[in-house]
């Protein structure tokens, strides 16, 4: 999995559960609107209110309570997965290799995507140091596109800035992108997965992935 130079990339808790910050970033403090109606409504006031949801479905998660992770598989998919943008992260995954794959491979390949992603984001979230999450009061706001703000300052003393990448579909606003002190989850994924995929397509990361799990 991909790190922040040599060191391991940090992990995140939301009041008693956590998530790490390893591909994406995918992940934790999830941003995006959640209909058509939301699209009024300011990026930097639709990640701090996913935050807070997010926070709320996972207080007091009792770890040992959930041994084979379905509670926190059930919480990152009610809570979480609605608000990424798999469809678009897979098609910049892919590259120019999506070009070549047929409608159904393309659902398929987004299918394997989403799979990976909900696996490994809801297996570490009851793992990692406490951190508080601040979102500026502004959103840096494009035709399709804006960039939120944040600092993430750790128990430990360490403060990171992060800013979460969001783009603009018919009906919401989905993040594709979380970069943490400069440095993006989205390119670290694609530096894994796109010459699995532009290698060995749909199969190629299929076997790829269950190699690696």
Do not use: C
Request: net charge negative.
């Amino acid at each position: 999995m991909p790190q922040f130079g040599n060191e391991p990339l940090p992990l995140i808790r939301f009041q008693g559960a956590m998530f790490q910050l390893r591909t994406l970033f995918l992940l934790s403090v999830i941003a995006t609107a959640q209909n058509a109606a939301a699209l009024s409504v300011q990026p930097h006031e639709v990640v701090k209110h996913v935050i807070q949801r997010v926070m709320s479905k996972v207080n007091g998660l009792d770890s040992s309570a959930d041994e084979d992770g379905r509670i926190t598989l059930q919480a990152f998919e009610t809570e979480i997965s609605p608000h990424l943008d798999f469809h678009t992260i897979t098609r910049w995954l892919a590259g120019e290799r999506w070009l070549s794959f047929a409608d159904d491979e393309r659902d398929e390949l987004t299918a394997i995507v989403r799979g990976h992603i909900v696996q490994v984001y809801a297996a570490l979230l009851a793992r990692g140091p406490t951190v508080e999450i601040e979102v500026e009061p502004s959103s840096l706001v494009r035709t399709r596109s804006a960039k939120v703000g944040a600092l993430m300052a750790t128990r430990a003393g360490k403060v990171f800035r992060v800013e979460f990448r969001l783009i603009r579909s018919e009906e919401s606003w989905k993040l594709y992108d979380l970069a943490v002190d400069g440095l993006s989850f989205a390119r670290s994924l694609r530096a894994e997965l796109a010459p699995v995929i532009d290698a060995g397509g749909v199969d190629g990361l299929k076997t790829y992935l269950d190699t690696h799990r």
